[in-house]
């Protein structure tokens, strides 16, 4: 499998390609851009937030503690590549961030109406814990715990 690693600045642009690949085909079920389409790359790679999976990337993940957990703020891969196990790299090399930190838990939002998403991460141990409108989003929050640290 792909190794996963922190991004570095000649990545950006195309983690922000495959960003806008994968999510492009949600514009016309939201009716406006989701999310991770507005963010600020540079910043998130400058801050050692993020992580991309090969080289070239073509896929990538957020990942930011806040309190006692990991929240997993975007996770993509390219269209092309999807279906390939790259995601459940992603999650996996999430799942060891996490224990590496002592977080209590993964956690993550997606939007209600990215029934995939919702599904995938159903499939792989999330929860939902909650739903909440933020703006134009309606956010579906999930949860896993995070595995115990290896020692």
Do not use: H
């Not at 590549?81 to 090399?93: S, V």
């Not at 990215?114 to 814990?129: D, P, S």
């Not at 909650?130 to 715990?145: A, F, H, T």
């Amino acid at each position: 499998m792909e190794a996963t690693r922190r991004a570095e600045p000649d990545d950006v642009a195309a983690v922000r390609r495959c960003v806008e690949d994968a999510y492009a085909m949600y514009m016309p079920r939201l009716g406006f851009p989701p999310a991770p389409m507005g963010v600020d790359y540079e910043v998130l790679q400058g801050r050692g937030e993020l992580f991309v999976i090969s080289d070239p990337p073509v896929g990538t993940i957020t990942l930011t503690m806040k309190g006692p957990d990991l929240w997993i703020n975007n996770l993509a891969v390219r269209p092309e590549r999807q279906g390939q196990g790259l995601g459940r790299a992603l999650i996996a090399f999430a799942e060891a961030e996490a224990s590496a930190r002592k977080a209590t838990s993964l956690r993550l939002y997606t939007n209600e109406l990215m029934t995939e998403n919702v599904a995938f991460y159903l499939a792989f141990g999330f929860r939902e814990i909650g739903r909440r409108v933020e703006g134009p989003y309606r956010r579906v929050v999930m949860e896993r715990d995070a595995p115990p640290r290896r020692i």
